[in-house]
C-alpha cells in the first residue's frame, strides 16, 4: 500500500544546498560514519560534517587515495573496510564497536 509524501515544513528544498541546512548546528563531540566520504557527495558530506565539529570515520578500501582527498579537513579518520570481504566488515564493525563501548 502506497503511502503518500507530505512536506515536513523543514524549510529547507530541493534547491536548498548543504552549507544552508547545516548552518548554525554545531556537532563538536559527535562522530558520523561516512561509508563513501573521500570522493563525491560522500566527501562533501564528510566535509561539511567536519566543519561543523563532528569526528567523521571514513571507512576505505583505498587508504593513499582517502588521504589525499581528505587531506587538511580536521577530525576526520579512517578505518580499513572492503564492503567486498565479510572479514572486513566485521572487522570495521568490531572497531567502532570498542569505539563506543558495545
Known amino acids: 500500500m502506497p503511502t503518500s509524501q507530505a512536506p515536513i515544513g523543514s524549510g529547507f528544498g530541493a534547491t536548498s ?10 556537532l563538536s ?4 560514519i561516512v561509508t563513501g566520504g ?16 563532528a569526528t567523521v570515520i571514513v571507512p576505505v578500501r583505498t587508504p593513499d587515495k582517502a588521504r ?10 579512517l578505518g580499513a573496510l572492503d564492503l567486498q570481504d565479510p572479514a572486513s566488515i566485521d572487522a570495521f564493525a568490531r572497531t567502532m564497536n570498542k569505539l563506543w563501548g558495545g
Open 17 to 26: 544546498t548543504a552549507e544552508e541546512v547545516i548552518q548554525g548546528i554545531d
Open 38 to 53: 573521500y570522493s563525491g557527495i560522500g566527501l562533501e558530506t564528510t566535509r561539511l560534517l567536519s566543519a561543523a565539529g
Open 68 to 77: 589525499a582527498n581528505l587531506a587538511g579537513l580536521p577530525r576526520v579518520e
Open 29 to 32: 563531540g559527535r562522530t558520523a
